[in-house]
């Protein structure tokens, strides 16, 4: 069955950088795009962009450009997502999910949670 | 971007009942290539993540319930829940797949009285 297994839980200081993992299992990897999406409870669910698995090719919400960066290791099926020069606004809940052509997430990793505090 | 609003935020109802939860884009999302609308339906159960259970505005996911109904066209959408169940108490979002970035509504809580 289909599965993404995100990384734990990061406590981190303002400034510093953070790097979160989202392995994939059963389905073939290279055949679906991984997005990431934000949660926070103020402002609900916002799609940072996309990984294309097979060329590394990426998709970036504006609002994120210069604040993730998303990589991919297709040897080991997982993708990931780095977040820069933190603050507490990014606190937050980290999902990556897989989505197909049509641009809609049909499995979703369990989260991780991100808390940026000094 | 395309705003996507929801309403209610929030309602209350008793088992057995049916849910109507209303989304509104500021765009259109009916593709005139395929006469289809791009508008997907999540849900998100307390402690756990979203889940996909409507894409193209009413095409069931597989496994999704039949009670779940999703309808709509153009800018206007709905997701019905008939019959209610205590299970059904979770977060619904709905998310437009027309264009970049992908989009979400604010979402609403429901509540099994």
């Known amino acids: 069955q289909v599965q993404l297994q995100q990384s734990g839980a990061e406590l981190a200081k303002p400034g510093s950088s953070v790097k979160i993992s989202c392995k994939a299992s059963?389905?073939?990897?290279?055949?679906?795009?991984i997005s990431w999406i934000k949660q926070t409870t103020g402002q609900g669910l916002e799609y940072i962009g996309y990984?294309?698995?097979?060329?590394?090719?990426?998709n970036y919400n504006e609002k994120f450009k210069g604040k993730a960066t998303l990589t991919v290791d297709k040897s080991s099926s997982t993708a990931f997502m780095q977040l820069s020069s933190l603050t507490p606004d990014d606190s937050a809940v980290y999902y990556c999910?897989?989505?197909?052509?049509?641009?809609?997430?049909?499995?979703w990793g369990p989260g991780t949670m991100v808390t940026v505090s000094s | 971007d395309i705003v996507m609003t929801q309403s209610p935020s929030s309602l209350a109802v008793s088992a057995g009942e049916t849910v109507t939860i209303n989304c509104k884009s500021s765009?259109?999302?009916?593709?005139?290539?395929?006469?289809?609308?791009?508008l997907a339906w999540y849900q998100q159960k307390p402690g756990q993540s979203p889940k996909l259970l409507i894409y193209?505005?009413?095409t069931r996911e597989s496994g999704v319930p039949d009670r779940f109904i999703g309808s709509g066209s153009g800018t206007d959408f709905t997701l019905t829940i008939s019959s209610v169940q205590a299970e059904d108490l979770a977060d619904y979002y709905c998310q437009q797949h027309y264009s970049y970035p992908l989009t979400f509504g604010s979402g609403t809580k429901l509540e099994i009285k």
């Open positions: 990984i294309n698995t097979g060329s590394g090719g990426t």
């Open positions: 765009q259109s999302l009916l593709s005139s290539g395929n006469q289809k609308n791009y």
């Open positions: 999910a897989r989505k197909g052509a049509r641009r809609y997430f049909d499995f």
């Open positions: 059963g389905y073939t990897f290279t055949s679906y795009y």
């Open positions: 193209l505005a009413s």
